[in-house]
């Protein structure tokens, strides 16, 4: 049972990881970008839409991760060339993405004749199984070794994103990008090319956790209402929690997703919290983490300081 | 000589400079040509699609202005959005980025369910009076908490109000499953309907929600413009630092400029379940807080030209709506065309703020 339970959370963070993975790229470099959800859905739409029609999960995959990049795209052009007001044009990014979504979401089925469902060969390929060698372990393999491959990408490109961020000369330029970029700009990096790659490349990511919503969370049926379901605005609540780390976003992602399932598991003879209390918690941790990384005062762990405001070279 | 030559090489073929301030009828006029290339890119859109856009244009203008039920529907749309747009004003003159109007507009409506539900014995006039200020309490209590943070620790308000929207709406889920929950229902959860009399009255059909939406558009305007507390906020918007240098209480300000913020968009919570749901349910803001935000800054926090985008964002969604009987199209047309015009608006206000200088020829 609590095996299971376990095994549903790290099921159910998968999408929250590549979200927030993603905009923690964007963020780090200066820009924070409030469309996760609707890049989240346009990539679900995306990765359905080529899995259905090809059959092929690497190119659903590559689908959903290059209409992210397209939506990060017009973020970037507005925020970076434009210097156009960074919340506004990201929650614009929301309302044109999940119009998007839905409005080829619900052609997709009009041709269907009905929801479009994938294919059994596809479902195949993205179907839970034990790893070998590994997944044949006590307890450990069915817990960490018999997933779906997404959840394994997931983590893969979490690490990656820290090792890059943090490891990296590339990286350290992107930080201090999102830190100062007047003092970046002056050690001669490239501000708006560092901006972009990074906003493009966390659109991506965001991409793919729209992807997984819709291949696995949806069953292999395409469902054009509740397909993200604001699951995009966890994620930017987890970038937080997690305070701009990849690595413990995977643990906090673990964390947010074992909210999300608690309320199937928590005996309902024995504890009785409304179930409303379990979906508020992940918001609840988060504005309590806000508030005492504030009163810290600590640099470490809190937004990048360069986040939200536009770079303009005269005026620095 | 080579020295120069390298210089003209480094020089990138664009750059950007500043503008001097540019007048308000160069402003306008730059914002109508994103506005028409806006329409333009939305035609190209639905051309590529296989559509006709002056027919699918057509029928989105004629859709929200057919007929009488038409109209009424429009203006129900743009009543929550008008005064959601107002109170967001009001923190973005001070550079305060409430995106937190959702869950402002939601707690408004919590507040004033509770004396909808619990004292509709209490006369008409009054109880909805009760109702009003409840629902500004409401929303204001919720702007006021980051603003209280804001000021004391430094909390990010951005991230703190996005947060608050969730909590908000996951407490009308309690709500309705819970100490609410319509025991008539049964099983589904379900807060119970309003009597009559907690219900707001029509006006022309329409629930008055709209005069209050108009006389706020005043009320806003005079405010910002020509009152002390207008003043101070736009001081605070502009520099922190001039308005503690010039003897302002900059916390002070804040926190009052947040609860008048959250109030006003607690009022458009009210409006929506007192005169268009006429119960409290999850979809009682449904989003209107984060287009009122795009709304608002679209009309450079003006409340007359908010007033105008408004009614054309209204036209598009009601437009929209009979999309699918017309063309077998999603209704979500109106997010995309909503998208290409904000994205144009927003890229064009660009050039009232800077140019771009073409790299000179050799000679220089």
Redesign the interface.
Known sequence: MFLNFLFASIKAGTPLLFGTTGEIMTEKTGNINLGVEGMMFMGAFMGFYTGYHTGSLALALLAAFGIGVVAALIYAVVTVTFMANQNVAGLTLTIFGIGFGKFFGEAMIGKAGGSPKLSEEFMASISEKPLPVLGNLPVIGKLLFSHNPLVYLSILVAVLCTIYMLRTRAGLNMRAVGENPAAADATGINVTLVKYIHILLGGGICGLGGAYLSLINGGGIWNNSSVVNGQGWISVALVIFASWNPVKAIFGSLIFGAFSVLQFYVPKDVIVIPNAFYVMLPFLITTMVLIITSMKKSKEGSQPAGCGVNYFREER | MSNSEDKIKREPLLR???KAEISVSKTMGLTLLALALAIVAGGIFLLV?GQNPFKVYGTIVHGAWRSKLAIQGTIKIAIPLLIASLGITLAFQMKF?N?GAEGQIIMGGIFASYFALFFDQLPHTILLLIMFLAGMVGGGLWGLIPAY?KTK????E???T??????AL??I??LT??PWHDPESSGFPKIASFTPNARLDKIFGVHAGWLIGLILVLVVYIYIRFTKHGYEISVVGESVNTARYAGMNVKKIMMRTMFLSGAICGIAGMTQVSGAAYTLGEGVAG?VG??A??VA?LSKLNPVVILIVTVLFSMLEKGCSVMQSAF???A?????????I??FV?????FT??RFILRKGRKA
């Open positions: 950007v400079a500043k699609i980025w995106i943070f620790f430094g909390t990010n951005t991230l703190f996005l947060m608050l929207n969730y909590i996951y407490t889920k309690f499953e819970g989003g984060f287009t935000i795009t800054w077998g199209l999603s979500a047309t109106s997010g995309i065309l909503q998208g290409i904000l994205f927003l890229a064009f206000d660009f703020r800077y």
